[in-house]
């Protein structure tokens, strides 16, 4: 995918799924341990109740969301 400001992207799609209600999902970015210091990563989790962005960065690794139901 060509960036807008000359730096390298790539997109990449991660799908889970459960079967039951989860009450907590706690989601942790890492990619900075493999690229380096500056990748940010940008992410949504899209439940029944709504869709909720994240922007993950070496300094700001989780996301917690709490009391919605994941599927």
Not at 31 to 58: R, Y
């Amino acid at each position: 995918m060509p960036s807008a400001v000359g730096a390298p992207t790539f997109a990449m799609r991660v799908d889970f799924a459960s079967g039951s209600l989860v009450r907590e999902l706690v989601v942790r970015d890492n990619i900075s341990d493999v690229l380096g210091p500056n990748p940010h990563t940008l992410a949504k989790l899209e439940a029944p109740d709504g869709t909720q962005p994240f922007a993950f960065a070496p300094d700001s690794r989780r996301a917690r969301v709490v009391g919605r139901p994941v599927l």
